[in-house]
């Protein structure tokens, strides 16, 4: 791999075109500094996503500013459903309440506890519209089921808005979205991608360019702006809490510690093995995201290869003079660039700046990240740069290969919901509803998401994560050069 044999090479008898050529190069696959040693070259690609997963959620803001309560006991005894959702994140936890308001009965089984995956970890900005843009829904479903492709995703928000309220969830929402650009190709493109949108979906934003992007956000690296207050964020966490304690009030039983191993039809249904007890139902909801081919190999086994888990981070500064965020930006708004790897921030109910970003193709960590992450931060706010960082994060994003949602059939009886593609903290509560009007009857607005075409990752098993990571170094170049 070139990579590799550059990183072998000492810095010694070559011109500075070669250093220059070999930083970018190693940079854009490795995304980390040459001070750290390449691991073996596939020795990268083998490390546990269930370990990374884990250490990830082990200084997490959000983990650190919520009190669990105890954690609820595992299934330890046959019990019976019309449905079991797999997974307490956002899209199992949206299901199961969605499914009990319609006179269903629900167990929900999580291997770990609820909102311990990319639910109770993510940046909370909760975004209209989907990860792959409209494209997918416009070339493959016609203008008309687009644009209710379009309408759901409104729905989506309207989903998080409806449950804070009926569930009196209290979990710091703030409506307020802001698109930057920092570089002036990506303003234009900004602005063109704005302009259709307002013109075939009718969302319209408050657009600053050039001086007047600091009347938006005071940063001087960005050269557009755009807000609008659709979209908005919150605390991941508190809002999982606060679905899983609204299941169970309306009769949902929710299980921690009860990973779902295997699954088998039977003339009835399904059954459905955990360690020490099972599930008889009539019908399965798989929303297990990324862990679910860790932790339950023959439950992903269709579905496996048609997303990869992608790593993203956040850190947690220290907390913020109130004065100095509201001068930073001004509309407190969830503020995220348009490049191909994205920084996407916001501030806490707190006042912490919450700072996202980088990527990592492999299951492992990048090194040196809560040091990168705020050279980021600082390059977007110099006047950060002696703010401390007290917490710093990450998790794995689902992404398909065309970055829609992945929302199908194994069958008759068994239902999934995947590939959210880093875009899920509203489209999730969308999914939750969608399959819950399947499994009743209403099949037409679920099978609009089923109908779009899903191919897997190329590869097979052994190769598809690098070569997803050598296909990632064009976009990476693409938004170095600016
Ligand atoms: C760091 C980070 C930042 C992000 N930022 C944003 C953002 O700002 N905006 C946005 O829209 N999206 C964001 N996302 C993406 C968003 O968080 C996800 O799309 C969304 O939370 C997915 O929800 P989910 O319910 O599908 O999966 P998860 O929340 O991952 O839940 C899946 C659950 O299934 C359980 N599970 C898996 N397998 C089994 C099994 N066999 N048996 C039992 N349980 C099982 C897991 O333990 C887990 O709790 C981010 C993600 C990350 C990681």
Redesign the pocket.
């Known amino acids: 791999m070139q990579v590799a044999s550059a990183e072998r090479q000492p810095y010694t008898g070559k011109g500075s075109r070669y250093r220059l050529r070999y930083r970018l190069v190693y940079r854009l696959f490795c995304g980390y500094s040459r001070g750290n040693r390449l691991p073996a070259p596939f020795a990268m690609f083998q490390t546990s996503l269930l370990r990374s997963d884990t250490v990830l959620n082990q200084h997490s803001y959000y983990e650190a500013s919520v009190q669990r309560a105890p954690p609820r006991p595992p299934l330890a005894e046959p019990v019976q459903a019309d449905v079991v959702v ?7 936890l949206n299901a199961a309440i969605e499914l009990a308001d319609r006179g269903l009965s629900v167990v929900l ?4 506890r609820v ?13 209209v519209g989907f990860a792959s843009g409209q494209e997918p829904f416009e070339q493959q479903l016609g203008r008309a089921d687009a644009r209710r492709v379009w309408d759901m995703s409104l729905e989506a928000i309207a989903i998080i808005r409806e449950r804070i309220a009926r569930f009196g969830i209290a979990c710091d929402w703030v409506p307020g979205y802001l698109y930057v650009a920092d570089s002036a190709r990506k303003a234009r493109q900004l602005l063109d991608d704005l302009d259709v949108q307002a013109r075939d979906y009718g969302l319209s934003c408050d657009v600053a360019t050039g001086a007047d992007v600091s009347r938006l956000i005071a940063s001087e690296r960005y050269h557009a702006a755009a807000y609008e207050n659709t979209s908005g964020h919150l605390h ?1 966490l508190k809002y999982a809490l606060g679905l899983a304690q609204a299941a169970e009030s309306l009769g949902v039983r929710l299980f921690e510690g ?4 295997s699954m088998a039809t039977t003339a009835s249904g399904l059954t459905v093995q955990t360690p020490h007890g099972q599930v008889q139902a009539r019908f399965a909801v798989l ?6 081919s860790a ?2 190999p023959q ?1 992903a086994r269709p579905l496996h290869s048609r997303i990869m888990p992608v790593g ?3 850190i947690g500064t220290a907390a913020i003079d109130p004065a100095h965020c509201q001068r930073l930006i001004p509309s407190n708004a969830a503020v995220c660039d348009n490049n191909f790897v994205l920084d ?1 921030f916001r501030f806490s109910a707190d006042h912490r700046l919450l700072f ?1 970003g980088r990527v990592s193709y492999t299951t492992m960590t990048p090194p040196r990240l809560q040091a990168v992450m705020r050279e980021r931060m600082v390059r977007i706010f110099p006047a950060l740069k002696d703010v401390p960082v007290d917490y710093v994060w ?5 992404i398909s290969m065309n970055r829609a949602p992945d929302f199908g059939r194994l069958s008759s009886k068994v239902y999934y ?2 590939g ?1 593609s ?7 509560g969308l999914a939750g509803r969608l399959v819950a009007e399947a499994i009743a009857g209403q099949a037409s607005r679920f099978d609009l998401f089923a109908r779009i075409r899903h191919t897997p990752f190329p590869g097979g098993a052994m190769l598809r994560t690098p070569a997803l990571a050598l296909g990632m170094l064009w976009y990476r170049f693409k938004d170095a050069l600016g």
């Open positions: 797999v997974g307490a994140g956002f899209a199992g089984l999580d291997a770990e909102g311990f995956g990319a639910s109770g970890r993510n940046g909370g900005q909760a975004i991941p009860s990973p779902a191993l929303a297990g995201n990324c862990m679910l932790i339950s439950l993203t981070y956040i996407y996202g990450g998790g794995f994003v689902d919901l995947q959210f880093g875009h899920g903290v509203a489209a999730t």
